[in-house]
């Protein structure tokens, strides 16, 4: 079955620190990969995709990820956050032949403090 | 931009009502989508929709159906809420159905506690 982990639930950390949300999902000959987040109280909306070419893909708010095929991992990172990218934070798969369909992980919690 | 609205924010409703939820989406995007987002289980496929009249299972559909009479609303629809139903729901919407890359845009969500 096609699957996709966040094994953090939860990731603590103090504003401007680096920081890196995990991500890696079940092998296929090809998939797409998306990054969403949540603000609280709020619907999901795209950080970055990775479709092919490039296997760093920066995103908006100074967010990047890189595709890793071999380790099949999509991890998330920024090198200096901020107190309002307190968040929750999605990784999502489309799996070729699945018409449109997006599996999500289960999320990971960023909480920034001072 | 993108518009997904749900007719809902918040939504209380008591154990065997039949319970609607609304989703219009103004991008005149082919697909539709309904995931219940509970903690710790992240977002679950109920229903989706290719088409207007067209619908298709996702991995949770029991106790759940779907309406799509127009190709900009997608209804939610729980025939006897249950306490078990209590979650937050999330709809989206995508361009046309295989495109490489499309993103889903999502509505506010609603959420809904069945007491």
């Known amino acids: 079955a096609q699957s996709v982990t966040q094994l953090d639930s939860q990731v603590p950390v103090f504003e401007e620190a680096p920081v890196e949300l995990r991500c890696n999902y079940s092998?296929?000959?090809?998939?797409?990969l998306f990054w969403y987040v949540q603000y609280p109280n709020q619907g999901l909306q795209l950080l970055l995709k990775?479709?092919?070419?490039?296997?760093l893909v920066k995103g908006i708010n100074g967010f990047e990820a890189e595709f890793n095929k071999s380790q099949t991992s999509f991890h998330l990172r920024k090198p200096s956050v901020h107190i309002s990218d307190t968040a929750e934070y999605f990784c999502?798969?489309?799996?070729?032949?699945?018409?449109?369909?997006?599996?999500f992980g289960t999320g990971t919690r960023l909480q920034v403090t001072l | 931009d993108v518009k997904v609205t749900q007719s809902s924010r918040y939504l209380v409703k008591r154990t065997g009502e039949k319970v609607f939820l609304e989703c219009v989406q103004d991008m005149d995007h082919e697909n539709m989508f309904w995931y219940r987002q509970d903690p710790g289980l992240g977002l679950r496929l109920i229903y989706f929709s290719y088409d207007v009249k067209m619908k298709e299972k996702g991995d949770i559909p029991e106790g759940y159906s779907v309406s799509r009479e127009k190709k900009e609303r997608f209804s939610l629809i729980l025939e006897s809420a249950s306490t078990n139903q209590t979650s937050m729901y999330l709809c989206a919407s995508s361009p046309q159905g295989d495109t490489v890359g499309d993103e889903q845009y999502f509505g506010p969500g609603t959420r809904l506690t069945v007491t």
């Open positions: 092998s296929s000959v090809s998939v797409y």
């Open positions: 990775y479709l092919s070419g490039s296997t």
């Open positions: 999502a798969v489309r799996y070729t032949g699945t018409a449109s369909k997006l599996t």
